[in-house]
């Protein structure tokens, strides 16, 4: 049952790989394991010859402590799983206390430190077994403090996680021989920031399992993986690893984060995002940093939250010291009102000739770049942002788009806490939606008769205005508005579809349209028409 401290439970922080002995040395040496790494510089534009713009960000630490009053565990020079923690050198019993808002980094390269280990560095399953026995210690002193006043099948904690750490964090939650301690019962939410959830490509190719040199191999989804993800048969059978069995962890209780600046990644004298490619943040291709579901039955299922942050896999143009991943973090892990968003399409209408060309029998190619950017009202940042220069659009081609016309684009949590205007009761969001205009192909020659090069099918902002329920049994009141060519505040109320208690469905229809002759708006041809999907629900309801 919820807590009175909810949603408010310890943070576990799991960091990324570290590939050399010196990068292990080195994060050994810091207490957070860059979790406390700010930033000073905000990358604005794809073009790196531009200056960036000065925004200053603390750090995570910084922020949840001012914030949301979390701190850390450090004592006296020693950590919770040091025994000098709770008694001194005499065995008497220190005064330290861990409270419910607490930041718990989990310092798992310790052991292959050459300065605090044996500079050896152990498998991936023995820190999926060590985090287990964290969260264990977590548990049992949260709940010995009594000011707590939380009994041990009530606690709860969070796990978020960088890059590597993310996939610890999936093998302690997936495979129950890692979760020594049976103690994945206790997270309540799982954030990962550039995990590569379904390994990591490079040249083009998975990481080969021959290929173990530094522990490279955990990367390697047709064998590595599969092993300590305990997802042997699905792999078999799905041919990918981004895959988390419902029993083990449930799908909506996970956010995935997607860094898409590969040009700002310097890592290998920025040799890593030359192989890597287009389309990742320099390390983790975007296609590999998302989850989805595994049902009972071995079948894909939902996939989970994800968001999207013009964010480089690390550095000063980092995902984790970025306002963007703070803000997503801060809201799936406290806010108010989760909204999923959908794209529907409904019809695409080619060009005159095109489709004639078609009606003939000639194949046509061409493929549908859907972009998206959201931010909540009155910031100055995106919760999600994707672009075609950013290599993070969502991608439909032309024979497949009855197949492919559902397409889930990106989660966004609001906060009431975050409210420009504390006394406004509605939240709201403005996100703009562009489908650019494709390459048209007959036959595979690309048709240029009538092309305009960054041109869109449809392109335009819109404004989401929420208002929840005031009491239990009241409903939704959901309004918006499409801003053309001005800017207007919502004003067009939908009538919401129930789904399940406290969840929602609404739609907004959109076309690709011009003013005719005769001043009314029109079809076009080429067109897409479709439908915006907006699945919206409390979060944290009943939390404190």
């Known amino acids: 049952m919820p807590t009175s401290h909810a949603p408010f439970h310890p943070i576990i922080y799991v960091r990324g790989y570290a590939m050399s002995r010196g990068e292990i040395d080195e994060t050994t040496a810091d207490p957070f394991c860059g979790f406390n790494l700010g930033s000073t510089m905000y990358r604005a534009v794809p073009n790196k010859t531009e200056r960036p713009r000065k925004y200053v960000f603390e750090s995570p630490v910084v922020r949840l402590a001012s914030e949301y009053g979390y701190q850390d565990v450090y004592e006296d020079g020693y950590d919770i799983v040091d025994p000098e923690w709770e008694a001194d050198s005499l065995g008497k019993p220190t005064d330290n206390k861990l409270g419910s808002r607490s930041i718990v980094i989990y310092r798992y390269y310790d052991a292959a430190s050459t300065y605090l280990g044996s500079g050896k560095t152990p498998e991936i399953e023995d820190f999926a077994k060590g985090l287990s026995k964290l969260v264990a210690r977590v548990r049992d002193l949260v709940c010995k403090n009594p000011e707590n006043g939380i009994k041990p099948a009530d606690f709860r904690c969070y796990l978020v996680a960088h890059s590597m750490g993310g996939l610890v964090c999936r093998a302690f939650l997936q495979n129950p021989a890692l979760d020594t301690d049976k103690v994945a019962k206790h997270v309540d939410k799982f954030f990962t920031y550039a995990t590569p959830h379904n390994g990591i490509d490079v040249l083009g190719q998975n990481i080969p399992s021959w290929l173990s040199a530094n522990d490279i191999s955990n990367f390697d989804r047709d064998k590595r993986m599969p092993a300590y993800l305990d997802l042997a048969a699905a792999a078999k059978k799905h041919k990918r690893v981004d895959l988390v069995p419902e029993a083990r962890f449930p799908s909506r209780r996970i956010f995935t984060l997607v860094g898409t600046n590969r040009m700002d990644y310097e890592a290998a004298a920025g040799l890593s995002r030359s192989f890597v490619?287009?389309?990742?943040?320099?390390?983790?291709?975007?296609?590999?940093?998302?989850?989805?579901?595994?049902?009972?039955?071995?079948?894909?299922?939902?996939?989970?939250?994800?968001?999207?942050?013009?964010?480089?896999?690390?550095?000063?143009?980092?995902?984790?010291?970025?306002?963007?991943?703070?803000?997503?973090?801060?809201?799936?892990?406290?806010?108010?009102?989760?909204?999923?968003?959908?794209?529907?399409?409904?019809?695409?209408?080619?060009?005159?000739?095109?489709?004639?060309?078609?009606?003939?029998?000639?194949?046509?190619?061409?493929?549908?770049?859907?972009?998206?950017?959201?931010?909540?009202?009155?910031?100055?940042?995106?919760?999600?942002?994707?672009?075609?220069?950013?290599?993070?659009?969502?991608?439909?081609?032309?024979?497949?788009?009855?197949?492919?016309?559902?397409?889930?684009?990106?989660?966004?949590?609001?906060?009431?806490?975050?409210?420009?205007?504390?006394?406004?009761?509605?939240?709201?969001?403005?996100?703009?939606?562009?489908?650019?205009?494709?390459?048209?192909?007959?036959?595979?020659?690309?048709?240029?008769?009538?092309?305009?090069?960054?041109?869109?099918?449809?392109?335009?902002?819109?404004?989401?205005?929420?208002?929840?329920?005031?009491?239990?049994?009241?409903?939704?009141?959901?309004?918006?508005?499409?801003?053309?060519?001005?800017?207007?505040?919502?004003?067009?109320?939908?009538?919401?579809?129930?789904?399940?208690?406290?969840?929602?469905?609404?739609?907004?229809?959109?076309?690709?349209?011009?003013?005719?002759?005769?001043?009314k708006m029109k079809p076009t041809n080429p067109g897409i028409r479709g439908r915006l999907r907006f699945v919206i629900e409390g979060w944290n309801v009943g939390a404190e």
């Open 277 to 519: 490619g287009h389309g990742s943040d320099g390390l983790v291709k975007i296609e590999n940093a998302t989850l989805c579901g595994l049902d009972g039955k071995g079948n894909i299922g939902e996939q989970c939250a994800k968001a999207f942050v013009y964010r480089a896999h690390s550095g000063y143009f980092g995902i984790v010291n970025s306002e963007e991943g703070f803000q997503n973090l801060a809201r799936f892990l406290f806010g108010d009102v989760r909204v999923d968003l959908w794209l529907e399409i409904e019809d695409i209408r080619l060009p005159d000739k095109v489709q004639q060309e078609a009606d003939a029998g000639r194949a046509i190619n061409a493929l549908y770049q859907i972009e998206v950017q959201a931010s909540p009202r009155g910031k100055l940042w995106y919760l999600t942002r994707r672009t075609t220069e950013e290599d993070s659009v969502a991608c439909v081609a032309q024979a497949n788009w009855k197949k492919d016309a559902s397409q889930y684009l990106s989660t966004v949590f609001l906060a009431n806490r975050a409210k420009v205007n504390k006394n406004r009761r509605s939240l709201a969001y403005g996100m703009t939606l562009g489908v650019r205009v494709p390459d048209y192909e007959i036959e595979k020659r690309l048709w240029l008769n009538e092309h305009f090069e960054g041109g869109y099918l449809f392109r335009n902002a819109l404004i989401l205005e929420m208002v929840p329920p005031a009491k239990d049994g009241a409903a939704w009141k959901v309004k918006y508005a499409w801003q053309d060519a001005g800017v207007s505040m919502a004003d067009t109320e939908i009538k919401p579809t129930q789904l399940t208690a406290g969840r929602i469905e609404v739609s907004v229809p959109f076309d690709s349209s011009t003013v005719g002759a005769n001043g």
